[in-house]
């Protein structure tokens, strides 16, 4: 089955969304829609797994970014992929992970201490 959904980007249209589509027993769904909608997901914690092709071009400043701003400060505050695995699709990369859990500040301090 094949659903096409298009909302504008506002955090509660897409949590709507993604709950309605959960109820009706979707449960992967790819998502294409640009790098403003997939930074949005993953600022909003609404991605459990990312498919990632990479191809081997290098195009620059003038190409689109894949991603948009996720407001990260420091790497240690980057979304991590965790269980990566990587195959090789003819010339492109395709990279499989599970958004690792978020870990907090406190959480990394009390790590270092010990």
Same mark, same amino acid.
């Given at each position: 089955m +094949? ?11 897409? =949590? =709507? ?13 790819l998502?294409?829609?640009?790098g !403003? ?6 600022? %909003? +914690? &609404?991605?459990?797994? &990312?498919?990632?092709? /990479? /191809?081997?071009? &290098?195009?620059? *400043? *003038?190409? =689109? ?8 400060? @420091?790497?240690?505050? @980057? ?7 990587? %195959? ?9 992970? %599970?958004?690792?859990? @978020?870990?907090?500040? %406190?959480? !990394?301090?009390?790590?270092?201490? !010990?």
């Open positions: +094949s659903w096409l959904v298009s909302l504008e980007f506002r955090a509660a249209n897409v =949590r =709507r969304a993604l709950r309605r589509l959960g109820q009706e027993g979707l449960t992967e769904i998502v294409e829609g640009g !403003r909608l997939a930074a949005g997901l993953l600022r %909003r +914690s &609404l991605v459990d797994e &990312l498919h990632w092709f /990479a /191809a081997p071009l &290098l195009i620059g *400043e *003038e190409g =689109r970014a894949a991603i948009g701003a996720l407001d990260v400060r @420091a790497l240690a505050a @980057a979304p991590r992929l965790a269980g990566v695995a990587l %195959r090789r699709l003819g010339d492109d990369a395709y990279w499989i992970g %599970r958004l690792a859990p @978020a870990v907090s500040r %406190r959480s !990394r301090a009390r790590v270092a201490a !010990r």
